[in-house]
Every structure is written in structure tokens, then in C-alpha cells.
């Protein structure tokens, strides 16, 4: 471990990663440099747990941090479509959609809806110069009223089919990949600081260490 890699890393957490190996410490950071600090994905129909740990890797792939569930029921990821990938998000539980919203408003994000509108717009349409948040609800009723009613905009895939619809995990996959993308390119918009960059390196320090005392443990010298 290099003493140039170390100072990258805050000092409260220098002794977890002393004796790692110094490309999985630099590849932690680096994952933080890369992440997207004005995007956040947001789900109501929890219940559906499938999609809703889909997204949430389908979110966590494209280097979204901030995710926000809504539900007043204890959320157990599906590990077959999560991957895990709900332990590198920041991960928030709300009772109820319209105070979630407006706190995210609060903090300068424009909401949008994921639904069926005569007035939405594409997802390579939507304004990404600010903070932005997208909710996804059910796979057949859609997002709830109140959400509808507090949002800023709505946005929708254009469809050319006879079904007209994607199921809601493919939905959201093809709106946060062209959301992100072109977020990506705006100045400042890139790289997570603070206590959610030390939560994030605290977690995946301690998963290394527990995976190499795991190894010495199957395989002893």
C-alpha cells in the first residue's frame, strides 16, 4: 500500500485498509470518482421486490448513489436481481410518497415520473443541467396519484409496438442509462464526497477484509 493511496482515503479508515491489497483500494476509490452525485432513483411498488432489487441494479451499474424507496414494510432485496448491488447504494426507506418527494425538491432535484403522459418527455429529452430523480411505480397501475400531483415532469420511452409498454425494470434501465450518460458531461456532476463517500470505502473495506480472512481461513498457509 502506497503512502500516496492511503492519503486518499480519510484517516479513521487508513487501518481497515493497511494491509489490502493496494488495486482494490484504489479500484474503491476510484468507483467513487465515477459515481453520479445529482442523480437518484426512486421505486413505490416495493412489494414487487424483483423489480424494485432490478433496478436497484440496474441503478447501482450506471454509477447511481442516491436511491429512495417507499414503503412502510421491512424491504428484502431479491439476490438473484439485486446482486448486492442495494449494499453500495445510499439507501433510504420513506413511509410515504410525497414528503420523499419534497425533501429531494428541498435539496434543488427536479422529480420526474416514470408513467404514460400526453406530456412527457423522452428520456434523452429531459433537462439534466440540475439535480435530477426519477420514480418508477408499478408494473400495471403505474406510479401513484400522489406522486403524479407532486412531480415536476413525467417522462416516458416513445414506443413503436403493439404493446406499447416495457416491463418496469427494462423501463427503467433504458431511461437511467440515457439520464446518466448525458448527466455524465455536466461540470461537477461526477465524484461522491463527504460521509456518503466514507459509508461507501467503510463498507467495501470491511467486505475485503472479511473475504481475505475468509481465504486464510479455507486455505492456511
Known sequence: MTAALLDRLPEALRPLAADLPARRVALALDLLDRRLNGVAVLAEAVHRRHNVSAILRTAEGFGVHEAHLITTERFRPSKGAAKGAERWLSLRIHPETGPCLRALQERGFAVYVADLDDAAVAPWAVPVDRPLAVLFGAELSGVSPEARAAADGVVCIP??????????????????????????QVPGAVG?????????????????????QATAVTHPQ
Not at 403493439?162 to 448525458?182: F, G, Y
Not at 461522491?192 to 481475505?212: D, H, K, M, N, P
Open 192 to 212: 461522491i464526497q463527504g460521509e456518503a463517500r466514507e459509508v461507501f470505502l467503510r463498507r467495501f473495506l470491511e467486505r475485503e477484509r472479511s473475504r481475505r
Open 159 to 184: 414506443m413503436h409496438g403493439v404493446t406499447q409498454s416495457l416491463n418496469v425494470a427494462a423501463a427503467a434501465a433504458v431511461t437511467l442509462n440515457h439520464l446518466c450518460e448525458r448527466r455524465r
